[in-house]
């Protein structure tokens, strides 16, 4: 059973904004937000610039954000929206391997994450426990990280990419899409010394020493799944 948001009297419509950046998903997840009778979507929005925009203009009570978007991602998103907005619930709903990413969400200031092919049933369930107040994450993904917390080692490695920062990991992803550093630069709104320099610590880390295997790397990572 979904408990619906609480503290909320009857005639309150609860304003949720969706960032993604593929229509069809905005257009389905709209119908299905609507069908329930104490929310709306009162936006969308396919990239960071155009979700801050969107924020300001329609103060949503919750945002829903996917990993990958045009531009700067989506955890850098939540940064930004927890910087500026810090009262403000974020729900990631992606494709992207919640093992990898949602710790990383959730560390970014993210109140619950759940994967794009989850049931109707569990995707409103995670949107009325973050409007709640509360966490929401698999059951999967809850036990890693009281695993984490019991082991006492809050920084005990799955996966190798787990070393790098999230703005080294989004470089890595877009590596690893093909893209060369000056792309990369215009991408992300930075200079290519910047993203040289991200480069340097992505090798370091992963113990990698030419461009080339890097490239290899990351491509592999691409194909896996695991990352997109």
């Given amino acids: 059973m979904v408990t619906k948001p609480q503290g909320k009297s009857q005639t309150k419509i609860t304003k949720i904004l969706i960032v993604d950046d593929h229509p069809i998903f905005r257009k389905g997840l709209t119908q299905l937000i609507n069908q ?3 929310f709306t979507v009162c936006g969308e929005a396919e990239d960071t610039h155009k979700a801050l925009e969107a924020i300001s203009e329609q103060k949503p009570d919750l945002i829903i954000v996917d990993i990958s978007l045009k531009g700067i991602d ?3 998103l939540i940064k930004k929206i927890k910087l500026k907005y810090s009262n403000l619930s974020v729900l990631v709903v992606s494709m992207h391997d919640e093992s990898f990413f949602a710790e990383r969400a959730l560390r970014a200031g993210a109140r619950g994450y759940i994967m794009k092919q989850e049931a109707v049933e569990k995707m409103m369930e995670a949107i009325c426990k973050v409007l709640n107040g509360e966490i929401y ?3 999967k993904i809850g ?3 009281l695993e984490k917390f ?5 920084d005990k490695m799955y996966s190798p990419l787990e070393a790098l920062s999230d703005r080294e990991l ?3 992803q877009l ?3 093909g893209l060369e550093t000056r792309q990369v630069a215009k991408e992300l709104h930075v200079s290519i010394k910047t993203v040289e320099s991200y480069r340097a610590h992505i090798k370091e880390k992963l113990k990698i020493k030419t461009s080339t295997e890097l490239l290899r790397y990351a491509i592999r990572w691409i ?3 695991i990352i997109k």
């Fill in 36 to 38: 329930e009778t104490n």
């Fill in 74 to 76: 989506g955890i850098e």
């Fill in 137 to 139: 994450v698999s059951e």
């Fill in 143 to 145: 036990s890693k990280l």
């Fill in 150 to 154: 019991i082991d006492g080692k809050p």
């Fill in 170 to 172: 989004e470089v890595f």
């Fill in 175 to 177: 590596i690893g899409q």
């Fill in 223 to 225: 194909e896996s799944g």
